[in-house]
């Protein structure tokens, strides 16, 4: 029983705007050109690489004097002299509170110079520790856009696939309705059986079911492929057929880029303790500053309203609290962390690898197996037919050798686009992109 959509579903999609266009003609290097432009998550990978790259500017910037030119009008009335010994003593010399207090005006114009003198290799390492990060970065975009690339290829061998076992079971129907009027024209002229027309009935219905599935798991692997291709779900896409793989010596792998993105974050992990060292130390800063300070703004910018400062000043840290304890117990748990799961991903890439070489070999056999159970089944419905013209079997014997031959061709196409997927596996345990 086939599942009727709502009224109100069916008026929603009929609502839906059509895509426009013919096909999109691709074959699978212009897919994987394509991915790498269009996909959301290498864009989002490359965006973290950017950001790493402004992350040294700014951790750059703490090694860099530091200049701010400051404005400012400030008007007080200060009572404060009021509660002093001098103000009980004013009076004695004519003076008044009203005259110690009174309302003033301070125009300031004054530029101001900092600059770190010495950190201990604290601000050189915190850039080193950027650039690591840029660096690391650029390793994840790697492995980002190695799964997205082979994602797109085993998407594509998805959809060949489904177009495969689509084309094998439309010739089936095809073959079986062809039978049906075969066999109902020799009913009647009385040379077949009513048991035959039903048994070639029976052969069509039973492909109905096998077309209407096969229709939508091809459309679901061509939503998936579109979707990493940066494509409407919807857009039609006609892929370019692949053949078989060219026969080669096993290519040559790169170091696989999770490895090198752990081994550089345990060198983060390192230089950061270095870092963590140099807070206990004390620490030097110059800062300097000159401007000008008046009462009236035409008294700016002259003599003596200039005023200057310059200063070194020493920080030495006694206790914190122990924070740069704990600081340097968590940076030792991270770089365990860090170390462990690189030992395991070294594990996990080696038993990766060699899993890849076997599935190679097992697929390159099953591929050369599929082929001669094709041509055999070619030459089994070859005579069967003749046999058939000949009147030696029956129409049923005929279906039957008709669906091994169908069968045998999906199973030879399914072989060889296997063969295209273990090879894409080889190459991805190698650190290397599928083509």
């Not at 062809?178 to 052969?203: G, I, M, P």
């Amino acid at each position: 029983m086939l599942p009727i959509a709502p009224p109100a579903l069916l008026a929603l999609v009929q609502t839906l705007p059509p895509v426009p266009g013919a096909p999109l003609l691709l074959d699978l290097s212009d897919a994987l050109a394509r991915a790498r432009n269009e996909n959301p998550m290498l864009r989002a990978a490359k965006a973290r690489v950017d950001e790493r790259r402004g992350l040294i500017t700014s951790t750059r910037a703490d090694a860099l004097p530091q200049l701010t030119v400051v404005g400012d009008f400030t008007r007080v009335r200060d009572v404060s002299l009021l509660n002093s010994s001098f103000a009980s003593e004013a009076a004695k010399f004519g003076l008044t509170p009203d005259t110690l207090v009174g309302t003033q005006s301070l125009y300031t114009t004054q530029a101001n110079l900092t600059q770190p003198l010495f950190y201990w290799g604290k601000l050189g390492t915190a850039v080193d520790i950027a650039r690591m990060g840029e660096q690391e970065a650029t390793f994840s975009y790697t492995t980002s856009e190695l799964d997205v690339l082979h994602g797109v290829a085993k998407a594509y061998l998805a959809v060949l696939s489904n177009q495969a076992e689509q084309e094998v079971i439309e010739v089936r129907r095809k073959t079986a309705e062809q039978f049906v009027a075969d066999v109902k024209a020799k009913l009647e002229a009385q040379t077949a059986t009513e048991l035959d027309r039903l048994r070639a009935e029976s052969e069509l219905l039973a492909v109905v079911p096998d077309a209407l599935q096969a229709e939508a798991q091809l459309k679901r692997a061509m939503e998936v492929l579109n979707g990493q291709l940066g494509l409407d779900p919807r857009t039609p896409v006609a892929l370019a057929s692949l053949g078989l793989p060219e026969a080669g010596v096993k290519p040559v792998g790169t170091e696989r880029s999770e490895l090198a993105q752990l081994k550089q974050q345990e060198a983060m992990y390192r230089a950061n303790e270095k870092i963590i060292t140099s807070d206990l130390r004390p620490k030097f800063d110059l800062s300097a500053s000159y401007g000008y300070q008046a009462g009236k703004t035409d008294l700016l910018f002259k003599e003596p309203y200039d005023t200057w400062r310059v200063s070194i000043t020493m920080k030495f840290p006694i206790f914190d609290g122990l924070r740069s304890s704990g600081k340097r117990a968590q940076n030792t748990a991270q770089l365990e962390q860090v170390r462990q799961s690189r030992i395991d991903r070294e594990r996990s890439v080696a038993i990766e690898q060699s899993t890849a070489d076997r599935e190679l070999e097992k697929a390159s056999a099953l591929n050369e197996a599929a082929r001669r159970a094709h041509d055999a089944t070619l030459e089994a419905l070859r005579m069967s037919r003749e046999s058939y013209d000949q009147g030696l079997i029956t129409s049923l014997d005929l279906l039957q050798a008709e669906r091994s031959e169908r069968q045998a061709e999906s199973q030879r196409r399914r072989a060889e686009l296997g063969l295209w997927s273990a090879r894409f596996d080889q190459r991805r345990s190698l650190g290397l992109p599928p083509l």
